[in-house]
């Protein structure tokens, strides 16, 4: 179980967070312009990547805030954590 | 009590204290500081239980956890019984009851033993060979199976002990309490480090605490002596804390540890009242250090299994910890130096030890010097081809061995015996290394699998026998310089000290060792829980199987509840020799927790009974009890289900209810309906969004049911928001999904619409909502609110209006769940019951009835008004529920719009919501009964029954039902098939009562 530095209360206990899955997949914004099939993109596809992950965590026991994580799935290891909207610091 | 067995003098036995204790119902006697298995041996008792699967004898065949035979029951209470206990484990106490499990009728006599004759037709997955076919037959297979195969019994009574959880946060936590272990703590602690040090056993010091020999000595002082000097320095060091009788189960990421602490497990009934029986330590530590040493590993030979067979080091720590002779008459068998420890122990105790058989060609080291000394035969290059006795070994046959050890040569020598102590060398315990991520590297040398210093996880070390080294000059010096360099520590007290010990020099390593029998007339156990022999893990390879961990499945070789500690080396080296492989290639089996069982009860602490969950109570909870109502768990929620009067059963209640509120009046407590406070500019673009239907022109004062969807189309939740002001919104949601809405509100927030002004508050519990329903409704509202314009016109349904009841301020709603002109009343919660109460006392007069969900349920249904996740299960698009009225085809998107035009979403052969009517209006239905259209097998299901209630205001059989294709199929007649009869519906309109809605505003 690891312990993820929430950027607005800090190092926190696994628990009291729950991960929303992979990062920066953006609504589109005009969904009726798409096919099936790129709607279905957006909705369904995401990488499942054993490695660097960019996650989506919300600190759903503190102060409910979404926020990016970057976690190598192999290991659990957390090598960045930033606020939604901003750039990943890491590629 | 057979005293020859035990020496007099002893250091850890306290024998002015003699303790009674019960084994298989009969009474023994031992002293303070046995554990069962060493007072077992000193009353002359090896045979304990029977194998799993041949049931054979099997006696104590360790000193420790790793024990795989020794699996006892503990105590008779029907509550407080424990299973699968083992005897090396559990410390003698007053009153001690403990029974052999896995034999019937007895330890004994065991009927299960023919099975050992039968062997030859149980090879490895027998059962599964034998058991497939027919498949109808496994129910019969199952019973015997089962009967024959229970390990222990599990208790019938709930548990009356007390278990507790505990979070704990160190520096450094060091897992171990031997030598290297208590360096480890000493170091930490003494540089002010918050150590904490934990240690299965009762005492600190692991074998080297009854190391009492010249040949192992520091600062010239003999090993054990020093040591004891080290461990009581080590008790005053204030900043460290040491948790004994405690093991750790479990080594997650980021240094979290699992401990189960036995506080309570070695005191009599009466010490133990009142305390907390085992505690669960829920550790997070800065670093680790692991120090769990190392096992001593068995060999592998034709009928190793005999009770009296014992590891060596353990024959070792029975006579020189527990004082107890393991027999009168002893031989060992080795492929290493420690059994010449043993010899020298047994020697200086005045125990016989006939012969040692070493299969080394060689051994001189200064303890095989001292062997030599005393007289004691060693046969060098030897191995022993069988063991003879039923009970207990009486008797071994010895050959020597061909040069490369693959077979024998040469005549057989017997030796009469009493007991026999093997050793094949150590296994470095990488449980937890491994448990933490850490990966093995394999050294050839000794054939052990030890941690990778390039490939272990930050923030821990491994140190001592679990890290490698086996001898005490290496153990300590490795220890003190590694935990240097991982601390940060200056030069400190032991750096320099002057050890002496034996080294060994030559090593020989033969996984299955060869008889003079062909192997298939032999029995070499491997595992001695599972009863599984190398014979089972060739066949596997012959069969086909490859991967370690297909081979363990197939053969169950440390699948026990030892988890293969003992046997899973040597079946990795038979699998490597078989094949050819390198053992550094092959690998090992996956580590997993726990290290050692964990009871039930520590698992759960203190989240028993009312603990288990929370409990939510509406502010009226209180009226609801003291007019008698069942309660219906919904979530955490405890919600009145029906108000039963006079003995009433639940059908009669809820059929009067039912009438009752729609004949005059009914008034149900709503409060666990989701509510969420929504306030800002964008609240009304932000509502658009998110529901299916068009918000923008909602007027203040309005109300408007709503449909919300996931992205995927699905319905997911459902219910009415109110326009409080410009820019003020009130929003319930379904009890169940309230939580879940409010998160998935905040995450579009957040994440997508930033730009939104909108700020999102649960005020669930801040308000109370009561909803009075039925034609009098108006009237009551009337009598408590005088002052409140209720004509249709001046508060026409779907309306809200703020008002006073005397000086509550209350928002009313004029909205309807039930089909009646309704009114739901909110109110501050701490002065909901009195206002509750005022609506009951108006009400009296037009018999106003309380009513719970049941009647809640049974109402809607008949407007066929849907419940989301009771008639929905998040497959339906509001077209499956011919709600198609409510998507804003005008709308350019909202969440879920783009996935109703998708390919599947538009098929029509979808599952869709429509009513049921049975042919016999008195028959109603089971809800997830399933609707076919012919009995003609393969019977295609064509949807199930979702809602199903016997309506007392249309006096018959009502039912909602997901249907293929349902929407086409109106008039269609289908069958129920149930258990013994048919029942025959027809499909219908999905609202069965009031269809033009004249009742709303009656």
Redesign the interface.
């Known amino acids: 179980?690891?312990?993820i530095n929430c950027p607005y209360c800090g190092e926190r206990?696994q628990t009291e967070f729950s991960c929303?899955g992979e990062a920066h997949i953006?609504?589109?914004k005009?969904?009726?312009e798409?096919s099936?099939d790129q709607?279905?993109e957006y909705?369904f596809m995401r990488k499942n990547i054993k490695g660097i992950q960019f996650e989506?965590w919300?600190h759903?026991h503190g102060c409910?805030?979404?926020f990016n994580v970057v976690r190598d799935t192999s290991?659990?290891k957390i090598h960045a954590v930033y606020k939604?909207?901003e750039r990943p610091p890491i590629k | 009590m057979s005293n020859n067995l035990r020496i007099n003098k002893n250091n850890f036995i306290d024998q002015t204290v003699r303790i009674s204790f019960k084994f298989n119902g009969k009474k023994l006697f031992g002293y303070k500081g046995d554990t069962l298995a060493s007072a077992l041996l000193a009353n002359n008792i090896h045979l304990v239980g029977r194998s799993f699967k041949y049931h054979r004898p099997r006696g104590i065949m360790t000193c420790g956890s790793e024990e795989p035979n020794a699996i006892v029951q503990v105590g008779k209470d029907p509550a407080l019984t424990d299973p699968n206990v083992r005897a090396t484990e559990i410390e003698l106490y007053e009153g001690l009851e403990a029974f052999s499990q896995n034999c019937w009728p007895s330890v004994n006599f065991d009927i299960g033993g023919i099975n050992n004759f039968l062997s030859p037709l149980l090879p490895a997955g027998f059962y599964y060979k034998t058991f497939m076919w027919p498949a109808s037959f496994w129910e019969k297979y199952e019973f015997f199976i089962r009967h024959s195969a229970g390990l222990g019994k599990s208790p019938t009574k709930p548990d009356r002990d007390l278990y507790d959880h505990q979070y704990v946060h160190c520096d450094v936590l060091v897992i171990g309490g031997g030598i290297s272990g208590i360096l480890s703590a000493k170091l930490s602690a003494e540089k002010g480090l918050n150590t904490m040090l934990i240690n299965d056993k009762s005492y600190l010091g692991g074998s080297t605490i009854y190391q009492d020999d010249d040949i192992f000595k520091i600062n010239n002082e003999t090993s054990n002596v020093w040591l004891k000097n080290q461990i009581e320095e080590l008790k005053k060091i204030p900043n460290l804390t040491i948790k004994n009788r405690t093991s750790v189960a479990a080594f997650h990421g980021y240094n979290y540890l699992l401990a189960r602490e036995n506080l309570t497990d070695h005191l009599s009934a009466h010490e133990r009242k009142e305390k907390i029986r085992q505690r669960l330590l829920k550790i997070r530590t800065k670093k680790v250090v692991i120090a769990t040493g190392a096992i001593e590993r068995p060999l592998i030979f034709n009928n190793n299994d005999r009770p009296g067979i014992i590891l060596s080091s353990s024959i070792k720590k029975y006579i020189d910890y527990y004082g107890v002779k393991t027999g009168k008459n002893i031989s060992l068998f080795t492929n290493n130096d420690s059994a010449y420890e043993t010899a020298i122990s047994l020697n200086k105790s005045g125990v016989k030890v006939k012969v040692i058989i070493d299969i080394r060609e060689n051994s001189n080291s200064i303890l095989s010097e001292k062997i030599e000394k005393t007289g004691i035969k060693i046969l060098r290059g030897y191995t022993i081809t069988n063991t003879n006795g039923y009970k207990r070994v009486n008797s071994i046959e010895v050959m020597k061995l061909s040069k490369d050890g693959g077979s024998i040569v040469g005549n057989k020598i017997t030796y009469k015996c009493d007991c026999l102590g093997i050793s094949g060398g150590w296994t470095p315990m990488v449980h937890l290394f491994t448990q933490s991520g850490g990966k093995l590297k394999f050294r050839n040398n000794d054939n052990v699998f030890i941690p990778d210093e390039n490939k272990t996880p930050s923030e821990q070390i491994s140190v001592g026998s679990s890290n490698g080294d086996f001898e005490l000059d290496d153990v300590i010096n490795n220890t003190v310089k590694n935990i240097k360099i991982f601390l940060g520590l200056d030069k400190n007290n032991y750096e320099n000290l002057d050890i002496k010990c034996s080294k060994e020099k030559q090593k020989r390593n033969i996984w299955l060792l060869p008889s003079n029998k062909p192997i298939s007339k032999t029995k070499p156990f491997l595992d001695f829980q599972n009863d599984s022999t190398a014979k089972d893990v060739k066949l596997a390879l012959r069969e086909g199987f490859k991967s370690i961990e297909h081979v363990k499945r197939y053969t169950t070789t440390g699948m026990g509840t030892d988890q293969g500690k003992l046997s899973n080396m040597h079946a990795l080296g038979i699998v490597a020799d078989t094949t050819g492989t390198n053992m550094g290639e092959l690998g090992t089996t996956t580590f997993r927790p726990p290290y050692t069982p964990l009871t039930f009860g520590t698992i759960v602490g203190r989240n028993v009974g009312e603990f288990f969950d929370h409990t939510r109570r509406t502010a009226i909870h209180d009226w609801h009890v003291e007019n008698k109502a069942e309660f219906e768990n919904v979530g955490q929620w405890k919600r009145p289900w029906y108000f039963p009067r006079n003995g009433e059963t639940m059908y009669q209640a809820v059929q009067r209810e039912s009438k009752a509120a729609r004949e005059s009046a009914g008034i149900l407590d709503a409060s666990t309906l989701g509510k969420i406070d929504l306030q800002g500019e964008d609240v009304s673009e932000f509502l658009n969004r998110i529901y299916t239907n068009a918000w923008s022109k909602l007027a203040i004062g309005k109300c408007r049911y709503g449909l919300m969807l996931n992205e995927d189309g699905m319905v997911y939740d459902d219910g009415v928001t109110t326009r409080l002001g410009e820019n003020h919104y009130i929003m319930t949601t379904t009890t169940g999904g309230a939580a879940n809405v409010l998160s998935k509100l905040e995450d579009y927030l957040q994440t997508e619409w930033p730009e939104l002004n909108v700020y999102l508050t649960t005020v669930t519990d801040q308000y109370s909502t009561m909803s009075i329903c039925g034609p009098n409704s108006k009237k009551i509202v009337k009598k408590i609110i005088p002052s409140l314009d209720l004509s249709d016109e001046g508060f026409p349904h779907m309306s809200f209006k703020n008002s006073k009841i005397n000086n509550v301020n209350c928002r009313i709603m004029r909205i309807s769940f039930t089909g009646e002109h309704s009114y739901e009343i909110n109110v501050q919660s701490n002065y909901a019951k009195d206002v509750w109460e005022k609506c009951i006392e108006a009400g009296k007069e037009f018999n106003i009835t309380p009513y719970g969900t049941e009647t809640m349920h049974l109402l809607r249904a008949e407007k066929g008004f849907i419940i989301t996740g009771q008639d929905t299960d998040g497959t339906l698009t509001p077209s499956d529920l011919q709600m198609d009225w409510i998507i804003g085809k005008k709308k350019y998107d909202f969440i879920g719009k783009r996935s109703l035009y998708r390919s599947d979403t538009i098929r029509e052969d979808r599952k869709q919501l429509v009513g049921l009517l049975t042919d016999d209006p008195k028959e109603v239905l089971e809800e997830g009964a399933q609707l076919v259209e012919s009995l003609e097998k393969p019977i295609d299901m064509l949807g199930h029954v979702t809602s199903s209630y016997f309506s007392p205001n249309l006096n018959k059989s009502i039912a909602l039902a997901v249907v293929r294709s349902g929407k086409k199929l109106n008039g269609k007649k289908l069958i129920v098939p149930m258990e013994n009869r048919n029942i025959i519906v027809t499909i219908t309109d999905a609202v069965f009562y009031d269809k033009e809605n004249k009742r709303l505003n009656a």
């Open positions: 179980m690891f312990i206990d929303g953006e609504r589109p005009q969904p009726t798409l099936d709607w279905a909705l989506r919300n759903i409910r805030k979404w290991n659990d939604m909207g």
